[in-house]
Structure formats: structure tokens, C-alpha cells
């Protein structure tokens, strides 16, 4: 499949898809998180990964707002889709040391997947460079 990225903004995360590596990361607080989030999730939906090799995830959001935390959750319904037919796969959830919230919220949703999930706890970042150089 030919890779899928999306930049990031200062209301959307950035999103990069391609064959044995997902990212995301960044903030999301779209006007509407179904029109950011309905590519990505039809991308993901057709991606037929050979067994051969792993397929990494990295979810390393700053912050989501409620209906992004919903796309979140379908995408990772269709990751363990994948999951389920028998192809190896591993997700890692980001996020702040003292951040609860994040950790929290990645707690919640991997209750409701079967596909091996990490929390990797990183160190609070003080202005975060990122944002600077990517935003609009």
C-alpha cells in the first residue's frame, strides 16, 4: 500500500501509515474528527500486511479531545482486526510523566483490544519544539 501522511496542525495530529510502521502523534481538537479521521481509518481498514514482519504502533498524543478519543478507539478496533487474523503486531502509548489523563485514557481503551499493548511513560517536555516548528 502506498504510505498515508497527514501533517500535523495546530488542531490535528500528525499521522503517518506505512507498511509496518503507524504514527501518531501531536494534539486533536478538529472542528470535525470523523473528516480527519475517516482516511486514516479506511486506510488501515484496507492495509494487508504480510505475516512475515510486525506492524509497530506509536500513539504519542499531547491531547484528544472526546470525539478524537472515538476515532482513536476505532482505530484501534480495526488494528485488532488485524491483530486477529494472526498478524503480529505491537502498540505503544506515549505519554508524560504525570500526565494521568493520557495514561488514563490509553488504560480505558486498551480494556477493550486484544492486541499487545505498552504504556512507555516519557519525561514532561518543557516547550515542546514540535509544536513550534509544525503548527499553522
Not at 482486526?81 to 480505558?108: A, F
Request: aromatic letters at 14%.
Amino acid at each position: 500500500m502506498e504510505k498515508l501522511l497527514i501533517n500535523k496542525t495546530s488542531k490535528s495530529p500528525y499521522v503517518s501509515l506505512d507498511n509496518g510502521l503507524f504514527q501518531f502523534s501531536g494534539r486533536s481538537i478538529p472542528e470535525d474528527s470523523k473528516k480527519i479521521f475517516k482516511p486514516i481509518i479506511d486506510w488501515i481498514k484496507g492495509y494487508r500486511p504480510e505475516n512475515d514482519f510486525k506492524t509497530i504502533v506509536n500513539f504519542n498524543f499531547d491531547y484528544l479531545d472526546t470525539s478524537s478519543s472515538k476515532c482513536v478507539f476505532d482505530i484501534l478496533k480495526a488494528l485488532d482486526d488485524i491483530y486477529d487474523k494472526g498478524h503480529d503486531m505491537s502498540i505503544n502509548w506515549y505519554y508524560e510523566e504525570g500526565d494521568d489523563d493520557m495514561l488514563d485514557l490509553g488504560i480505558h481503551l486498551k480494556s477493550f483490544i486484544k492486541s499487545p499493548f505498552n504504556f512507555i511513560e516519557s519525561e514532561p517536555s518543557i516547550g515542546r519544539l514540535d509544536e513550534f516548528i509544525s503548527s499553522e
